[in-house]
């Protein structure tokens, strides 16, 4: 992940406070991060603390080879910052963005308004209201700039993450292929799995 975001106090405060986000606070240490490659895909969260769920987002993305890029600014903290991340992904050749953000979750409806591009937001769950507030805010945009707005968590992170796969896949005959090779070893292990004897 980018580190720009980080010189807020706060974040720099969180990184140094949660051992958790210490990867965040390293960017280019991260494996998720492909800086000579052109970005396919932009993954932004609100927070660094979205980060230990916006993750599967990125190894989605990852496992299937796509060139993307993660960093973690704010609607409401960085707002031009935002803006010029997004003019610049657009710019370099992005195809969609993946935004997550927790609370009024702004941020995917900030990214929408200024980008034609398709954005796939992922709700955080929230300390008060787990991730209700988050999708509700994240799904209700107002009719004309549409956020296709996924689960809740882990799970919403991780099919972003696929649903961009997807999208590119139309396009990329071998990444259509390692999707449908995925599904199938997926559907495998439901095949084989086994319940436990009765005890
Ligand atoms: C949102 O507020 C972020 O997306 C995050 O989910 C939430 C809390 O942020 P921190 O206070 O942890 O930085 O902007």
Request: some cysteine; proline content about 6%.
């Amino acid at each position: 992940m980018d580190s720009t975001a980080t010189n807020f106090g706060k974040v720099e405060y969180r990184a140094r406070k949660k051992k958790e986000v210490d990867t965040v606070a390293k960017p280019a240490e991260h494996p998720s991060v492909q800086p000579s490659v052109t970005p396919l895909v932009g993954i932004v969260m609100g927070s660094t603390s979205d980060w230990e769920v916006m993750q599967h987002a990125a190894r989605s993305l990852a496992d299937f080879g796509v060139a993307h890029q993660t960093r973690a600014l704010s609607a409401h903290r960085t707002p031009d910052l935002l803006i010029e991340w997004v003019d610049g992904l657009i710019k370099a050749g992005a195809k969609c963005f993946i935004a997550g953000a927790g609370g009024a979750a702004h941020l995917p409806g900030v990214v929408a308004a200024r980008t034609t591009l398709p954005v796939l937001g992922v709700p955080m769950p929230s300390k008060h209201l787990q991730g209700l507030d988050s999708m509700l805010s994240i799904i209700q945009m107002p009719k004309g700039i549409p956020v296709a707005t996924f689960a809740i968590g882990d799970a919403g992170a991780a099919n972003a993450g696929l649903f961009a796969v997807a999208m590119l896949a139309l396009e990329d005959a071998s990444l259509a292929k390692k999707l449908t090779a995925f599904r199938e070893k997926q559907a495998e292990a439901v095949r084989a799995a086994k319940l436990p004897e009765l005890k």
